[in-house]
């Protein structure tokens, strides 16, 4: 799954779970509604900047974390050693 996609699945999650909708996001992040209703229905790929307003709306932030790799990708990333 996309970078992208994850995010906005968990941005869904958190509209959700903050009761909140399209319509207040909208107003209150600036973005068209049609805009927000768009980043909260559909997979597909967005502008970061929607994404970082709606970030910014729900009071959230996206950290990096580092991903498990797998024993196969280990193995072969120790070998270009």
Do not use: C, F, W
């Not at 927000?36 to 790929?45: A, E, S």
């Amino acid at each position: 799954m996309p970078v992208s996609s994850t995010i906005l699945a968990d941005l869904r999650k958190a509209v959700v779970q903050q009761g909140t909708n399209p319509y207040q996001i909208a107003k209150s992040s600036g973005m068209p509604l049609t805009t927000v209703q768009r980043l909260l229905q559909v997979d597909r790929h967005v502008p970061l900047r929607n994404v970082e307003l709606l970030l910014e709306t729900l009071g959230l932030q996206v950290s990096l974390v580092p991903k498990k790799r797998s024993p196969s990708a280990r193995r072969r990333g120790s070998a270009k050693r």
